[in-house]
C-alpha cells in the first residue's frame, strides 16, 4: 500500500525568504506520480507541482520547485521568495500510474511572516 | 467550465438524519472521486468513478455510505443515519484521463457537521 509522511506539521518563513517542505513516501510501484497541493484557509485545494518519478529532472513552477531522491522515496518542496498567499496548508501526495488513485500526506501547515 | 461545483456548502444535521452531497466535475473529465477530510488531515480516499461506474470503494465507505453518477455526469454521495463521526468536509476532485499523472480539479467542499 502507498504511504506518504510529512513530518513537519506546521513551518513558518518570513516574506521574501525561502522555505523547504518535506515528504517522504513509500510504494512497491516502479513509475508513479507525486504532487504538491496547496490548500489556503477556507479556500479549495489547488495543484502546486507534480513529478513523474520516470524523469530524473525536478520540477519547477516558477517559485515552486521539487527536489526528487527516488532511492530515498524523497519529495520536498522549496518555495522561495515565499508570499503572504504562500499561506496554506500544503500536502504532499502520490498516485500509480497504473491506478489513478492519488494518496495524500497529513499536510504541513505554512505561515508567511511580513 | 466553472471548475468543479459542490452543493451545499454546508449541512448541518441531527444524528440520525440522512444526507445528500451533489457534485459537478469539469464537462469532459471522466474521472471523479470523493474524499473526506477531518480537520488539520489530508484528504482520505473514498471513492471514485470513471464514467458512471464505480471503480474502487475504500473501506472508510461504510454500508450507510453510498454514490452515485448517473450517466456519468455529477455525482451524488449519500449517507444515512449520520453519526457524529461523520462530521467532516467531503471533497470531490474530477480529472481529465484515464491514464492518470495529471493531478485533479477540486471543488470547495461540503463541510457537514452532525449535532
Known amino acids: 500500500a502507498q504511504t506518504v509522511t510529512q513530518s513537519q506539521p506546521e513551518m513558518s518563513v518570513q516574506e521574501a525568504e525561502t522555505v523547504t517542505l518535506s515528504c517522504t513516501y513509500d510504494t512497491s510501484e516502479s513509475n508513479y506520480y507525486l504532487f504538491w497541493y496547496k490548500q489556503p484557509p477556507s479556500r479549495q485545494m489547488i495543484l502546486v507541482i507534480r513529478?513523474?518519478?520516470?524523469?530524473?529532472q525536478n520540477a519547477t513552477e516558477n517559485r515552486f520547485s521539487v527536489n526528487f531522491q527516488k532511492a530515498a522515496k524523497s519529495f520536498s518542496l522549496k518555495i522561495s521568495d515565499s508570499q503572504l498567499g504562500d499561506t496554506a496548508m500544503y500536502f504532499c501526495?502520490?498516485?500509480?500510474?497504473?491506478?489513478?488513485?492519488?494518496?495524500f500526506g497529513p499536510g504541513t501547515s505554512l505561515s508567511v511572516i511580513p | 467550465d466553472t471548475g468543479v461545483s459542490q452543493d451545499p456548502r454546508h449541512k448541518i444535521t441531527k444524528r440520525g438524519q440522512n444526507v445528500t452531497f451533489r457534485c459537478d466535475p469539469i464537462?469532459?473529465?471522466?474521472?471523479l472521486y470523493w474524499y473526506r477530510q477531518t480537520l488539520g488531515q489530508g484528504p482520505e480516499f473514498l471513492t471514485y468513478?470513471?464514467?458512471?461506474?464505480?471503480?474502487?470503494k475504500s473501506r472508510l465507505l461504510s454500508d450507510r455510505f453510498s454514490a452515485e453518477r448517473p450517466k456519468g455526469s455529477f455525482s451524488t454521495l449519500e449517507i444515512q443515519r449520520t453519526e457524529q463521526g461523520d462530521s467532516a468536509m467531503y471533497l470531490c476532485a474530477s480529472s481529465p484521463l484515464t491514464t492518470g499523472g495529471f493531478g485533479y480539479t477540486f471543488g470547495s467542499g461540503t463541510r457537514l457537521t452532525v449535532v
Open positions: 468513478f470513471q464514467n458512471e461506474a464505480q471503480l474502487e
Open positions: 464537462s469532459e473529465h471522466n474521472r
Open positions: 513529478q513523474e518519478a520516470y524523469k530524473q
Open positions: 501526495a502520490c498516485e500509480k500510474t497504473s491506478y489513478d488513485k492519488v494518496i
